[in-house]
T-cell receptor, first 114, second 114 residues
Framework: AQSVAQPEDQVNVAEGNPLTVKCTYS??????LFWYVQYPNRGLQFLLK??????LVKGSYGFEAEFNKSQTSFHLKKPSALVSDSALYFC????????????FGTGTQLKVEL | DAGVIQSPRHEVTEMGQEVTLRCKPI?????LFWYRQTMMRGLELLIY????????DSGMPEDRFSAKMPNASFSTLKIQPSEPRDSAVYFC????????????FGPGTRLTVL
């Protein structure tokens, strides 16, 4: 079985400050990890993914995430937050040999304030 | 590329009526997913298809829900009879089966059952 935990329902950050949205996973086998963002009344948009290789993955809109195998984490980060980053963020996992089925976390609402 | 297309974007119906949601995946994608999103339950996978064949329907809530994929470019999710608790946003997503590619989401259908 595979699972994803996003321990924070909401994260508040001041514009210009660094942001972190946390994600931990549990999966048998090697994980494929994804981050998606959802703006109000929109579908989920892909931000970045980790498949293999470099543990630091860079994605859209200046976001990056670091895969940490020992801590089974895949936290999403951005050095300087923008008000326009305010949205709902989902972490997702699948494992090699598990087909294309993704297991999503419960989502973290990011609010960036002036 | 038009992306994943869903119709209708909004549907309001009365309890007991039949509802049909439609999805056109990205051309060339052979894996299609139906999700439901609510405040209470978050994002849930209902069913997914590979090469038009249902692979995992364990998330389908009950017999009132059914999904079909008659060809590679079209899928339907039907609810008959509908109930107020079915009110949610329903998303369709597609990807290339067996690849490490991400799932691409449609804009969703917001269903309200009165």
């Amino acid at each position: 079985a595979q699972s994803v935990a996003q321990p924070e329902d909401q994260v508040n950050v001041a514009e210009g400050n660094p942001l972190t949205v946390k994600c931990t996973y549990s999966v048998s086998g090697n994980p494929y990890l994804f981050w998606y963002v959802q703006y109000p009344n929109r579908g989920l948009q892909f931000l970045l993914k980790y498949i293999t290789g470099d543990n630091l993955v860079k994605g859209s809109y200046g976001f990056e995430a670091e895969f940490n195998k020992s801590q089974t984490s895949f936290h999403l980060k951005k050095p300087s937050a923008l008000v326009s980053d305010s949205a709902l963020y989902f972490c997702a996992v699948r494992y090699t040999g598990g087909g294309n089925k993704l297991t999503f976390g419960t989502g973290t609402q990011l609010k960036v304030e002036l | 590329d038009a992306g994943v297309i869903q119709s209708p974007r909004h549907e309001v119906t009365e309890m007991g009526q039949e509802v049909t949601l439609r999805c056109k995946p990205i051309s060339g994608h052979n894996s299609l997913f139906w999700y439901r999103q609510t405040m209470m339950r978050g994002l849930e996978l209902l069913i997914y298809f590979n090469n038009n064949v249902p692979i995992d329907d364990s998330g389908m809530p009950e017999d009132r829900f059914s999904a079909k994929m008659p060809n590679a470019s079209f899928s339907t999710l039907k609810i008959q009879p509908s109930e107020p608790r079915d009110s949610a946003v329903y998303f369709c997503a597609s990807t290339l089966a067996g690849s490490t590619d991400t799932q691409y989401f449609g804009p969703g259908t917001r269903l309200t059952v009165l």
